[in-house]
């Protein structure tokens, strides 16, 4: 089969041939039919983060159609439409047995681990494959399975409760998501920061209150807007300390400032001023869980998370199309979300 491959740190992807995987009796052969073009597959391709073996094909974002099943799967039938949790966990250790596996010791991401979904099919445990119903296409079912996905799990861990304000930093593929889930999940405000009017304008169409941070200052702004008490939910999902350190200064009494884009540069703040005087906490978000998917996909097809938005081109598998995104996103001129789709 054909798999867009990471065959070096640093270099373009290429082109190669390779069998169809093997698959197990727990497995499940998925015949791909979309995958996302992610911000970690770019830093993936770059080097910027240790991969599980090489060459390695890229692609943790993935939908298709069951083509196999091994003979102890009972959860999904060959021909259906699923889509995939990147995450393999053991199911065994401490972190599985508690519920939390996305903390697994011995995790095995798809696209970064093992070989993932820029290909033209993938195996994976029967458990890992959630359905996909009919309203949702595959390129936005692929999509779900990691911005939107991680955008809930982040409003779970912020506490997002009904009557609640939150502030969402970054309006990107996960703050357009967060913006809506946000909403669903009982907000009754929630404002959008962002520099660039056409995902502020996106935003708004979802419920949101604009806030250009390239006009003025994004904390004063929710500290005005929201009369001096701050939000209650804040997250931040760029990954620069200076929207992090204002995140956490737009928070109200109690609030809860959740940290999801990815940045290894230390953050300062005054304790103080931003946590101890408004017991305020600070709080990690990292992916998502296998059960926070079937939620998320039932609220994709009743329409309270409109996805619609968020594929804004989509590619067929070739290395070049998919090397010019990857490079789009290394200078961060792409718009919202590239997606490979396999015809049919
Ligand atoms: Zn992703
Ligand atoms: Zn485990």
């Given at each position: 089969m054909k798999a867009i491959r990471m065959?070096?740190?640093g270099k373009p992807l290429a082109l190669q041939h390779v069998p169809i995987p093997p698959a197990g009796e727990e497995d499940v052969l998925v015949r791909v039919r979309a995958a996302g073009i992610c911000h970690s597959d770019a830093h993936y391709r770059a080097g910027r983060s240790g991969m599980g073996m090489m060459p390695i094909t890229l692609g943790h974002e993935v939908s298709g159609e069951v083509e196999w099943v091994g003979a102890?799967?009972?959860?999904v039938k060959a021909g259906a439409r699923v889509c995939l949790h990147y995450n393999i966990s053991c199911e065994d250790c401490y972190y599985c047995r508690t519920g939390n596996?996305?903390?697994?010791?011995t995790v095995k991401m798809i696209g970064h681990h093992i070989d993932g979904g820029y290909a033209e099919y993938i195996a994976m445990p029967a458990r890992n494959a959630i359905l996909l119903p009919e309203e949702i296409s595959f390129a936005e079912g692929a999509t779900l399975m990691c911005a939107s996905a991680t955008a809930l799990h982040a409003l779970r861990r912020g506490r997002v409760k009904e009557g609640e304000t939150v502030a969402v930093f970054g309006v990107g593929g996960l703050g357009l998501s967060a913006v809506q889930l946000a909403r669903a999940l009982g907000a009754v405000e929630v404002y959008a920061v962002d520099i660039k009017q056409d995902k502020l304008e996106l935003a708004s169409e979802y419920g949101a209150i604009p806030i250009d941070a390239s006009r003025s200052d994004a904390t004063e702004e929710i500290q005005k807007l929201t009369g001096g008490k701050g939000v209650d939910v804040a997250l931040e999902m760029i990954g620069l300390p200076v929207t992090m350190k204002q995140t956490i200064e737009s928070?109200?009494?109690?609030g809860r400032a959740v940290i999801v884009g990815l940045s290894q540069i230390p953050l300062e703040i005054n304790p103080y001023q931003t946590l101890i005087g408004y017991e305020a906490e600070v709080i990690g978000s990292n992916d998502h869980l296998l059960q926070e998917l079937p939620v998320l996909i039932d609220m994709a097809r009743r329409k309270v998370l409109d996805t619609s938005h968020v594929v804004s081109q989509t590619i067929s598998l070739d290395a070049d199309q998919i090397n010019q995104r990857l490079d789009d996103l290394e200078l961060y001129t792409s718009d919202v979300r590239a997606v490979i789709v396999q015809p049919d």
């Open positions: 065959v070096e740190p102890k799967v009972i959860s596996e996305q903390f697994c010791t928070l109200g009494v109690l």
